[in-house]
């Protein structure tokens, strides 16, 4: 079992520019989680996808958006990218109806410049 | 809004000596989770508490839980130098795995 895959595992942007990251939960998980951790905090809920439907969202803009395909594999997008968005993006799978067992990924670095 | 809240923020402590860090959480929950993570490096679980009165131990870790007054604690006994890193604790409401995180404390085991 891989474990959560993330892809890429750097990634350089410009502001304005435009990001697409992408997840591979554990095996089996049909939940996937996003979370964004800039340096020194922690993590903050980004959204959840749960049957290829957005199942919840924290506080973030409208240019953080997501799909869950059929494989219940991830990606989270990122539109008109601003320098406060160069974090480490980071991606959990887990049992909808399994509470407490959330596996994560090793994250995305996204820098923008 | 949840708030979680842990301290101290930065723990510089001597190999051998026992501390404990705090997490404080705004609002009702009976599910709180432990994580490590070390520089540049994703999380890793270390203890998952699912109700009021829950003790859990692993090595030189041992992670508390009172539902009531809303607040877990991570007790380190006689650090070592690889328990060096950054803990978060982590709430989770009846709302399906969808963590609120601490603001974490960073850990240094001096020799």
């Known amino acids: 079992d891989a474990g959560v895959t993330q892809s890429p595992t750097h990634l350089i942007k410009t502001r304005g520019q435009q990001v697409t990251l992408r997840c591979s939960p554990k095996?089996?998980?049909?939940?996937v989680s996003w979370y964004q951790q800039a340096l020194g905090q922690g993590p903050q809920f980004i959204f959840q996808?749960?049957?290829?439907?957005?199942?919840q969202r924290g506080n973030f803009p409208d240019r953080f958006s997501g799909h869950q395909f059929p494989n219940y594999s991830s990606e989270l997008n990122v539109n008109a990218l601003l320098l406060g968005d160069s974090a480490l993006y980071l991606c959990?799978?887990?049992?909808?109806?399994?509470?407490?067992?959330?596996?994560f990924g090793p994250g995305t670095r996204l820098t923008v410049t | 809004e949840l708030k979680v809240e842990q301290n101290p923020l930065f723990l510089s402590m001597q190999e051998g000596k026992n501390y404990t860090i705090y997490c404080n959480y705004s609002?009702?929950?009976?599910?709180l989770y432990w994580y490590r993570q070390d520089p540049g490096k994703s999380l890793e679980s270390l203890f998952v508490?699912?109700?009021?009165?829950a003790v859990k131990q692993e090595g030189r870790l041992m992670a508390s839980l009172d539902t009531k007054a809303r607040l877990s604690t991570l007790h380190i006994t006689a650090a070592v130098h690889d328990l060096s890193a950054t803990y978060f604790c982590?709430?989770?409401?009846?709302?399906?795995?969808?963590?609120?995180f601490g603001t974490g404390t960073s850990l240094t085991v001096i020799p």
């Open positions: 959990a799978s887990s049992f909808l109806t399994r509470l407490g067992e959330q596996y």
């Open positions: 095996s089996g998980h049909d939940t």
């Open positions: 996808y749960y049957e290829e439907e957005e199942r």
């Open positions: 609002t009702t929950s009976d599910r």
């Open positions: 508490l699912l109700s009021n009165g």
């Open positions: 982590a709430v989770d409401l009846d709302t399906g795995n969808q963590f609120y």
